[in-house]
């Protein structure tokens, strides 16, 4: 849904349209999170998404970081390609709260 909202918007950050974090949204859908972090890019193919995220320089490196946490146990990805061809893809990483 929040790749869609970027996709419609043809603008993203981790802050939705209708000002929704990610813990909000996650909420919304049911799910409680003790660890919440997401990943988002603007990109032509999933693979130079994930280079992207992954080859970040160390010391700035937040998506790497997301990707490499051990305190993450569930993952969640969407993608909108826009009339373009270029595509908004979203990670969502998290590890439920002990009552889910």
Do not use: K
């Amino acid at each position: 849904a929040h790749a869609e909202d970027c996709q419609a918007r043809d603008a993203c950050s981790h802050t939705g349209g209708d000002g929704a974090t990610l813990r909000q949204r996650l909420q919304r859908a049911g799910y409680t999170a003790n660890w919440a972090g997401e990943n988002w890019v603007y990109a032509r193919y999933p693979e130079l998404a994930l280079e992207w995220w992954y080859d970040e320089p160390l010391g700035a490196d937040p998506h790497r970081r997301n990707l490499l946490s051990p305190n993450y146990t569930e993952i969640g990805i969407g993608a909108a390609r826009n009339q373009w061809g270029m595509v908004y893809f979203i990670a969502d990483f998290a590890a439920p709260a002990h009552n889910q």
